[in-house]
């Protein structure tokens, strides 16, 4: 596993490192922005998941 990922930072032929870099940086952006919109929603579903779990461990 090592060795394949060493020869893959060694080929010429594909991306390189930077557009790599460049390529998780937009990923991450792109995450963060599409976690801002909808963190509400998100928020209502963790809480309504422990209001749950809190319920039946109750009774």
Excluded: H
């Amino acid at each position: 596993m090592i060795n394949a990922f060493r020869e893959l930072l060694r080929e010429e032929d594909g991306a390189s490192l930077a557009e790599y870099a460049l390529l998780l940086g937009i990923i991450t952006v792109a995450m963060i922005g599409v976690f801002s919109l909808f963190k509400d929603a998100i928020g209502g579903i963790f809480t309504r998941t422990t209001n749950t779990f809190n319920s039946a461990s109750s009774a």
